[in-house]
């Protein structure tokens, strides 16, 4: 079964989301690969208690890879530690209902209206990496509105 169906069949209907935008910011799922899927990690339908998540997860499938990109976006002002820690946990959730993926990308995103130098330098912090399952990635930074697609394997 691939990651996409097995998500599909364990999530419940309502967290999946036809696109990535929140307060202000949208990450553009235009030439993104056909077959994916974006879950909304704030639907009430997940049953997540705390309020430390990213604010998406898309999963991708293209010529065997799976995709899979915890997304948190920040309008206004941030701080690189929090940002992390809530990508981590999109990370966490992805280990605990995907299966096991035997080639997979990992790309970890921040959308944001404007990150400061100093924010920016500290996600760049190997210290700030975000893992998942044996691999570790730092952020990869774009502006609100970018396409997911530039971020992803060609």
């Known amino acids: 079964m691939s990651a996409i169906a097995h998500l599909r069949q364990e999530l419940p209907g ?16 235009a030439g993104a690969p056909s077959r994916h899927v974006v879950v909304d990690m704030d639907s009430d339908s997940l049953g997540i208690s705390n309020d430390t998540r ?15 990109v915890p997304i948190e976006m920040k309008q206004g002002s941030l701080k690189a530690a929090r940002v992390v820690v809530q ?14 993926l035997p080639g997979f990308k990992f790309v970890p995103i921040l959308a944001h ?34 396409p997911i697609a530039a971020q992803l394997p060609a």
């Open 113 to 146: 209206q404007g990150l400061p130098k100093a924010e920016r330098n500290r996600l760049r912090e190997r210290s700030r990496a975000v893992k998942f399952r044996k691999q570790k990635a730092l952020a990869k930074t774009i502006r609100c509105g970018a």
């Open 54 to 68: 990213c604010d998406y997860l898309f999963v991708s499938e293209a010529d065997g890879l799976t995709c899979v």
């Open 87 to 100: 990508l981590q946990a999109g990370a966490d959730f992805a280990n605990q209902h995907l299966p096991n």
């Open 14 to 29: 309502e967290c999946f989301a036809e696109y990535c935008q929140r307060d202000g910011c949208s990450v553009s799922l």
